[in-house]
């Protein structure tokens, strides 16, 4: 029905810069908060960013002044700019979404299937 399809991670030295992207397609009717949350190994996955369809961000504290999370409304896409990266930000990244399929009523959780960041001291 609703598929998340996540790019932009890849391997960068400490202090660099990446940008993710996640773009929703599918039977959507309306998406309403998007996000981003991280797995290291061994560890949960937790919230990184999250943003309304208005526009509301709320960040984990650990990332707040570094990453930007925004997204673009008429595609469906919500992007995370990383700067000022950090070894402790090497992580699987999932984009998640909750969506109104066509037909439906109430909004569920998509994921996407992750993109490995790695920051190389």
């Known amino acids: 029905q609703v598929e998340l399809v996540e790019s932009g991670g890849g391997l960068v030295q400490a202090g660099g810069s990446l940008t993710l992207s996640c773009a929703a397609s599918g039977s959507i009717s309306s998406t309403n908060d998007m996000g981003w949350y991280r797995q290291a190994p061994g560890k949960q996955r937790d919230l990184v960013a999250s943003?309304?369809?208005?526009?509301?961000?709320t960040y984990a504290d650990s990332v707040k002044g570094r990453f930007t999370i925004s997204r673009d409304n008429a595609k469906n896409t919500v992007y995370l700019q990383m700067n000022s990266l950090k070894p402790v930000d090497t992580a699987v990244y999932y984009c998640?979404?909750?969506?109104?399929?066509?037909?439906?009523?109430?909004?569920?959780?998509?994921w996407g299937q992750g993109t490995q960041v790695t920051v190389s001291s």
């Open positions: 998640n979404a909750w969506v109104v399929v066509q037909g439906a009523y109430n909004a569920r959780d998509f």
């Open positions: 943003i309304t369809n208005f526009g509301m961000a």
